[in-house]
């Protein structure tokens, strides 16, 4: 009973890891720089699709045959891939005003489905398969930990004090020297980069990946999880993603008519945090934690 | 801060000449000419409406002038990007506070020295020892900045939630932060009483003094204007109408009509700012 209790869970266990990876990704735009993409799941894709590309094409070209030498490898692709896919989106994009971003990431997604349902090479409508299996649970959490510390420390960091400024207020930025169209690009190009990763961890754990990957309707799950959880923390998006993972795995057990309309309790979760608490579910969880800095905030 | 020794001794640091720009058919300024010798405080005044912050925003580079050019001592500023002339070293404050309300008062300080430190963000995120001192060091100077304008005890705190006073101050800090060679300041004193008033104008003064720095500053209490400048433009429905120190400008009769024409009893203030 145990046994499969525990081996049913891996496969949530890991999607969670995936989708905080992704959230995260996500923070450091939306809630880090304030941009709004629509397309976080097509960046994922990107880099879920390159990395497998690698492992099953360049791998064995290269005579590359240790796991975890090519499991490393198959990050970095899957990184840089995504980073420069988001580099082509939004240089155009950020040198304009508005909300132009949110659409073109939302094209770029389209386009992108509609461009590897139709690649044969990497499985075109069927999906990706004979993907090796490279990742494993312990990886998807070992990486997940490291992305949240790196971005928990790039907030300290020259570009990263940049961004928040860039956020906050632009023309202030800009008075005090900070490039705010670098600083933007920056913030998007990581959190592409961030997406990149998660796809290439996705990819040879589940030894799969179709063309959905880079839905619409994921992106918007990404944007909920980071939205729930509070745009401005770190721990926030790591919480949407478990909640937003979670939700459908407990509703598993329910009927069907009730399971089905899983996005209507998205949407539900989303409307009853804005009411009662507008930064996300961490700070109503900071909330219950007494104070450590008592002067902190007097704005409450 | 830099040093003294190693700035270059100009004539003028900052030079505005002939600005002029256009809104549609409005010409909101109008062949603005301006000089900033350095530790000298150099005062704009004019009735609401006349473009004083406009006038800070073409030689700040928020917007670009029609004609007319500025520099700063050799360096033609004219046109450049907002982020530019900051680097060059123009710093200002906003007359609408503008701080970062996602950041606590340090980190206001700190952010401003982001352009200080490009190119170091992998270093700093990995923690290398190289870099850890220069940080400390930027800490350091950012805590005496806050020290220098009186916010030592609030460095925890939210930006925003610092009474109305503090946050002018706290702007000031974060422009100092820049190493500027020219500070703007967007009517520092508004919203305070008169103790602030008169703490913030000792701490220009010694802006001046201390660090070395040309100050021009925008502001509406003519007492503190009288007392403070050495040198006073005044503007009126975008061209100026008079230059001078406090007492010609308090004597000037165009100065006086235009405030006069304005009805709202800062003619008196003007004739009578020296006295109080």
Not at chain 1, 122 to 134: A, E, H, Q, S, W
Not at chain 1, 164 to 176: K, P
Not at chain 2, 139 to 166: C, H, I, M, Q
């Amino acid at each position: 009973m145990m046994e499969q209790l525990l081996e049913y869970s891996i496969l949530p266990l890991i999607l969670f890891g995936i989708t905080a990876i992704q959230a995260l990704g996500l923070q450091l735009i939306l809630g880090g720089a304030g941009l709004l993409s629509l397309g976080h799941a097509a960046f994922y894709a990107v880099g879920g699709y390159s990395a497998a590309a690698f492992s099953v094409y360049a791998g064995p070209a290269l005579g590359l045959n240790d796991p975890t030498l090519l499991m490393l490898l198959s990050l970095v692709v899957g990184a840089l891939s995504a980073l420069a896919a988001g580099f082509l989106v939004a240089v155009p994009c950020l040198r304009l005003q508005g909300d132009y971003l949110a659409m073109a990431t939302l094209g770029f997604a389209e386009i992108l489905g509609t461009a590897l349902k139709n690649i044969d090479a990497v499985g075109g409508t069927r999906g990706f398969t004979g993907i090796p299996k490279l990742s494993s649970l312990p990886w998807v959490f070992v990486v997940l930990a490291l992305v949240w510390w790196a971005l928990a420390r790039f907030r300290r960091t020259g570009l990263g004090m940049a961004i928040q400024a860039t956020r906050d207020d632009e023309i202030a930025a800009r008075s005090l020297g900070i490039s705010t169209y670098s600083a933007k690009l920056s913030a998007f190009v990581i959190g592409s980069a961030i997406a990149g990763i998660a796809g290439a961890l996705y990819v040879h754990a589940l030894q799969f990946i179709s063309p959905d990957e880079a839905d619409f309707s994921r992106s918007v799950i990404i944007v909920l999880a980071v939205v729930i959880g509070g745009m401005t923390s770190l721990f926030g998006s790591v919480l949407g993603a478990l909640i937003l993972v979670a939700v459908p795995e407990v509703l598993r057990f329910a009927p069907d008519a009730i399971r089905e309309q899983r996005m209507i309790y998205f949407a539900l979760i989303v409307i009853v945090v804005m009411l009662f608490s507008p930064k996300g579910l961490q700070s109503l969880i900071m909330r219950l934690i007494p104070k450590s800095s008592p002067q902190r905030g007097g704005s409450q | 801060m830099i040093p003294l020794s190693e700035r270059k001794t100009s004539a003028f640091l900052l030079k505005a000449e002939n600005l002029t720009i256009r809104f549609g058919g409005l010409v909101a300024v109008q062949s603005f000419s301006l000089q900033v010798p350095a530790r000298q405080i150099v005062g704009l005044i004019g009735p609401n409406g006349a473009g004083k912050t406009t006038v800070f925003n073409l030689m700040t580079g928020v917007y670009k002038p029609n004609e007319g050019s500025v520099h700063l001592e050799d360096i033609e500023l004219t046109g450049r990007g907002a982020h530019v002339i900051a680097r060059s070293g123009v710093a200002r404050t906003f007359q609408n506070i503008r701080l970062f309300a996602g950041l606590t008062v340090l980190e206001n300080v700190v952010a401003a020295a982001s352009w200080q430190r490009r190119g170091q963000s992998v270093a700093s995120l990995f923690g290398l020892p190289a870099i850890v001192s220069r940080e400390k060091k930027l800490l350091d100077s950012a805590r005496k900045l806050l020290e220098f304008v009186g916010l030592s005890n609030y460095e925890n705190w939210e930006a925003t939630s610092l009474p109305y006073g503090l946050q002018r101050k706290l702007e000031i800090a974060r422009a100092l932060m820049t190493n500027p060679k020219v500070l703007l300041l967007d009517e520092p004193a508004a919203g305070m009483n008169p103790t602030e008033k008169d703490e913030l104008a000792q701490l220009v003064r010694s802006i001046c003094d201390v660090h070395g720095l040309g100050v021009l500053l925008i502001e509406h209490d003519m007492k503190f204007v009288m007392n403070l400048c050495s040198r006073i433009t005044v503007l009126d429905h975008g061209e100026v109408i008079a230059v001078g120190n406090p007492a010609e400008i308090q004597k000037n009769p165009k100065v006086i009509e235009a405030y006069l024409g304005a009805d709202d009893g800062s003619a008196a203030a003007v004739a009578g700012g020296s006295q109080q």
